[in-house]
């Protein structure tokens, strides 16, 4: 069992930066995947970045490459999100969620645990 609190969103200009945090509670979090998604008003929540167990490998939606940064602190049972370069299109409910496959939980239905979401306000 993994629980997962979000925590870092706010309001933002665009081209601004904000860092997101998922901190987790439970002994196994170093055995889980974790994957960022963001749900906007109106729209299917969508994935957004995943990060392995070990750090060691990391993937990223298209539209986020090269701006957004997936990491995490085992020690500190937590996975942040660096996003710069924010647009306005971006905003949205940012979500964490906790799987034991990578590759599976890159869609949503593929995630066995989530947080319950931070709000992300990137304003024009």
């Known amino acids: 069992q993994v629980q997962l609190v979000e925590s870092g969103g706010g309001l933002v200009q665009a081209g601004g930066s904000l860092r997101l945090s998922c901190a987790a509670s439970?002994?196994?979090?170093?055995?889980?995947?974790i994957s960022w998604f963001r749900q906007a008003p109106g729209k299917e929540r969508e994935f957004v970045s995943a990060i392995t167990w070990s750090g060691g490998d990391t993937n990223y939606a298209d539209s986020v490459k090269g701006r957004f940064t997936i990491s995490r602190d085992n020690s500190k049972n937590t996975v942040y999100l660096q996003m710069n370069a924010l647009k306005p299109e971006e905003t949205a409910v940012y979500y964490c969620a906790a799987s034991t496959s990578f590759l599976r939980c890159r869609w949503a239905a593929g995630c066995d645990y989530w947080g319950q979401g931070t709000p992300v306000t990137v304003s024009s």
């Open positions: 439970g002994r196994t979090f170093s055995s889980y995947a």
